[in-house]
């Protein structure tokens, strides 16, 4: 028995304007053009959003991140954990969701 997954291979031709189009199609959402064809012949449509513009969210989940790994790590430390740490953990979390819903609803996309 094969120890890799079966595969079917074909070979499809296009012509030099055709393939150029591909091409030009695939960089446009970021895709080698063989993983574009394969995704379009699969899926159909590819949606790729550009993510560049989600520096601010990064950087907000970054802090809330180490917020929440310091008082974990004084929590193990100490037994114990304050209640005014827990109150800016969860402003911080609702501060963060309202961002990234935010930013979620004005982000483009660009459907392939």
Known sequence: MRKYKQVKRKEVVFDLNEWKSIEEKAASVSLKTGTYIKRMALDGHITYYNMKEASTVVNALRIIG???????????ETGNI???????????YSSICHMLNQFLS??????A
Do not use: H, V
């Open 66 to 76: 180490g917020n929440i790994n310091q008082i974990a790590r004084k929590a193990n």
């Open 82 to 92: 304050y209640a005014n740490d827990i109150e800016k953990l969860q402003e911080e």
């Open 106 to 111: 004005t982000l483009p996309s660009i459907a």
